[in-house]
């Protein structure tokens, strides 16, 4: 009986000094965490982000915008492997990498709002055991305010119409000079 229960104690230690245990801590960080600026419309404005990892193992960090920000904004760089930051975490931030994002709003007549995220998305870098993904987003507010002056409104098509406006007057002006005359008759 002391046999067995010998037996069935050293096959419990055998069996659990053979389970791995796994403990992986994921984490990525954006500083600022809101963004509210003011830019004149048709002026960029540049802006950095400073993105971290505070999980154990290696991510690649990839920053995408969403929301009304979408098709003036630019990302640089668009991904890249971060370390962990060293345990325990402290200020200032010693492994994390600074991303430059440009806003390019359209000139508009009036004053106008736009919202959205810059989205900082982290996956295990390659060669990791681990699967998955973790994020963070900041908050964006744009206002943005019309030019200074009317002729930032004043785009190659407006020239063009304005030509092709001018030509015609020019041209009924001749000739009516030269003595031609357009009646226009009721029936």
């Not at 067995?4 to 801590?25: D, E, F, N, P, R």
């Not at 030019?147 to 004043?154: G, H, K, N, T, Y």
Request: charged content about 15%; proline content about 6%; aromatic content about 4%.
């Amino acid at each position: 009986m002391k046999n067995k229960i010998l037996i069935i104690g050293v096959l419990v230690l055998v069996i659990l000094t053979s389970i791995q245990i796994v403990h992986a801590a994921v984490g990525v960080g954006i500083s600022p965490s809101k963004i509210v600026l003011q830019i004149e419309g048709g002026k960029m404005q540049e802006i950095d982000l400073l993105v971290f990892n505070s999980g154990d193992s290696p991510l690649e960090i990839s920053l995408s915008s969403e929301g009304d920000i979408v098709k003036f904004t630019e990302i640089e760089p668009k991904s890249v492997v971060l370390e962990p930051e060293p345990q325990p975490h402290a200020l200032p931030i010693k492994n994390g990498r600074t991303f430059i994002v440009k806003f390019t709003p359209p000139a508009m007549g009036e004053v106008k709002k736009y919202t959205g995220t810059i989205s900082a998305t982290g996956k295990p870098a390659a060669g990791s055991q681990f699967g998955g993904s973790v994020g963070v987003a900041t908050q964006v507010e744009l206002i943005v305010t019309p030019p200074a002056s009317i002729f930032a409104f004043i785009t190659t098509t407006h020239l063009i119409i304005a030509g092709i406006i001018i030509l015609i007057i020019i041209i009924i002006l001749l000739l009516k000079k030269s003595g031609f005359r357009l009646k226009i008759e009721k029936k």
